[in-house]
């Protein structure tokens, strides 16, 4: 029993210290809350469907209706992608998909 319980340590201390490895060499990425609100921030709001700490798929309401989008985290940067367009989330960029230009 003494043993069993050492090697079930030991792998769980393996698993953990190298999630905590993965976190850093990653840049430390916030939480997808942390990364629903930068988005939010932009002035998008999206009613996500699923979201991570650096990116997520959602829908947006839009003047022409809803429209789903992926919004990403690419070098500190925020990218908006929807039907065949990949944008830089700019407030032009946002003003042109929610009023469906």
Same mark, same amino acid.
């Given at each position: 029993?003494?043993?069993?319980?050492?090697?079930?340590?030991?792998?769980?201390?393996?698993?953990?210290?190298?999630?905590?490895?993965?976190?850093?060499?990653?840049?430390?990425?916030?939480?997808?809350?942390?990364?629903?609100?930068?988005?939010?921030?932009?002035?998008? =709001?999206? =009613?996500?469907?699923?979201?991570?700490?650096?990116?997520?798929?959602?829908?947006?309401?839009?003047?022409?209706?809803?429209?789903?989008?992926?919004? /990403?985290?690419?070098?500190?940067?925020?990218?908006?992608?929807?039907? /065949?367009?990949?944008?830089?989330?700019?407030?032009?960029?946002? /003003?042109?998909?929610?009023?469906?230009?």
């Amino acid at each position: 029993m003494g043993r069993g319980l050492l090697v079930a340590a030991a792998v769980v201390g393996v698993i953990v210290a190298g999630s905590a490895l993965y976190w850093w060499a990653d840049g430390r990425p916030g939480t997808a809350g942390d990364f629903r609100e930068r988005v939010n921030q932009s002035g998008l =709001e999206v =009613e996500w469907s699923t979201s991570g700490p650096r990116g997520g798929t959602g829908t947006v309401d839009a003047d022409c209706g809803p429209i789903e989008v992926t919004v /990403d985290e690419i070098d500190g940067a925020l990218w908006i992608r929807w039907a /065949d367009h990949r944008e830089l989330a700019t407030s032009d960029t946002i /003003d042109a998909l929610t009023s469906c230009v």
